[in-house]
């Protein structure tokens, strides 16, 4: 008699396919993450005044100066794209935590 082999079940229909995002964004998001903890105070974005029109200011500015031809951000070193991104997500969560927005 063989062993039989068992076959686990896991129910992840529909479930969000959290691999798709691409690594270089979630590391980039890290890096931009991390450059403000250090400069200024872990998670302190979540507090900034007016927060919501600031960064979509800063998105803004980062996004026309990657169109413009600059590449990285001359105080960070890092992608232009990079911190664009990282204030999008900064409007995600405010957007999905109206409460926070806008103190």
Same mark, same amino acid.
């Not at 980039?28 to 872990?42: D, E, H, I």
């Not at 001359?74 to 204030?87: D, I, M």
């Given at each position: 008699?063989?062993?039989?082999?068992?076959?686990?079940?896991?129910?992840?229909?529909?479930?969000?396919?959290?691999?798709?995002?691409?690594?270089?964004?979630?590391?980039?998001? +890290?890096?931009?993450?991390? *450059?403000? =903890?250090? #400069?200024?105070?872990?998670?302190?974005? /979540?507090?900034?005044?007016?927060?919501?029109?600031?960064?979509?200011? +800063?998105?803004?500015?980062? *996004?026309? =100066?990657? #169109?413009?031809?600059?590449?990285?951000? /001359?105080?960070?070193?890092?992608?232009?794209?990079?911190?664009?991104?990282?204030?999008?997500?900064?409007?995600?969560?405010?957007?999905?935590?109206?409460?926070?927005?806008?103190?």
């Amino acid at each position: 008699m063989g062993k039989e082999k068992r076959v686990g079940v896991k129910d992840d229909q529909g479930k969000l396919m959290m691999g798709l995002i691409p690594h270089e964004a979630m590391v980039g998001l +890290a890096q931009v993450l991390t *450059f403000g =903890a250090n #400069k200024y105070s872990p998670n302190g974005w /979540q507090s900034v005044p007016n927060a919501k029109s600031r960064y979509e200011d +800063a998105a803004l500015r980062h *996004f026309y =100066a990657y #169109k413009a031809g600059e590449l990285v951000d /001359q105080e960070s070193g890092l992608s232009h794209l990079k911190h664009a991104l990282t204030n999008l997500a900064f409007l995600v969560y405010f957007e999905d935590n109206k409460e926070s927005q806008d103190k």
